[in-house]
């Protein structure tokens, strides 16, 4: 590729059909709207009811949007989320693993019954639903994999070891799939978000000492933004990253540095 031949279109999604498992509430909303104004259609599972919000706004972007209610950590949502998607789009091109949950306590409460299911949703649901869209992918010889990480992928999960677990893993998974799938043109790569201003940072962004704590350690002095995750998921579900493979792109205003 010439360098004069690069121009905006390389992140447009335009054509393209993408799945982005929680796409209907949280961070996940966010980045079915970043792809939906960056030209792409958005089929959404999530466990959360859609109340049409998600819908309007990416009707509004001028994309369309397929959503089934469903718990991906079930045995055999994975296959048929991944086969209603091609049904009803034709394509599975792009795969965000966004779903996820987190539940806190200190270690000696920290159970097998808080355990599991972060496990089976943060970890086992992002392998099945990859390995479900990569037979997909292989044969069209093309595909986007992005699996939502964590600043808790590199860092310890205090109150929480089971979120620094799966993500960690989520890390290693994505990894693995690139070694094994760049072959088939197909990119796997993971963001990384920082802390974040959303529904389940409130308690500790209303608490002036924890907000400080945290304010303190991030040298862009603010919370993350939803729309500050926009560019980071165009980016890599498009042509410009055709060359980005398994790396995971920390969005946290300089965290990790500090």
Not at 61 to 83: V, Y
Not at 212 to 219: S, W
């Amino acid at each position: 590729m010439e360098v004069q031949e690069f121009a905006l279109d390389f992140f447009s999604l335009k054509g393209k059909n993408a799945i982005v498992t929680g796409g209907n509430s949280g961070l996940g909303q966010a980045f079915s709207l970043a792809l939906a104004k960056a030209g792409a259609n958005l089929f959404i599972p999530s466990i959360v009811e859609d109340d049409g919000t998600t819908k309007r706004l990416i009707e509004e972007a001028g994309s369309r949007m397929e959503f089934i209610q469903i718990d991906i950590s079930k045995e055999g949502a994975p296959k048929k989320i991944i086969h209603t998607c091609v049904e009803r789009l034709g394509s599975v091109d792009i795969l965000i693993n966004c779903a996820g949950i987190c539940n806190l306590a200190e270690v000696l409460d920290f159970d097998r019954k808080k355990w599991d299911p972060m496990i089976d949703i943060n970890l086992t649901a992002a392998f099945e639903m990859s390995y479900e869209a990569a037979k997909v992918m292989v044969p069209q010889r093309s595909g986007k994999i992005i699996n939502i990480c964590s600043v808790f992928t590199f860092l310890g999960g205090q109150w929480s070891p089971a979120y620094a677990a799966t993500k960690h893993g989520i890390a290693g998974l994505t990894k693995a799939y690139c070694d094994e799938l760049g072959q088939y043109n197909i990119q796997v790569n993971g963001i990384a978000p920082g802390y974040f201003a959303t529904n389940i940072t409130a308690a500790t962004r209303s608490n002036p000492e924890t907000n400080k704590r945290v304010l303190d350690h991030i040298p862009a002095n603010r919370w993350g933004d939803a729309a500050d995750l926009m560019g980071a998921a165009i980016f890599l579900s498009s042509r410009a990253s055709d060359y980005v493979n398994g790396h995971i792109l920390s969005v946290d205003g300089g965290y990790l540095v500090r």
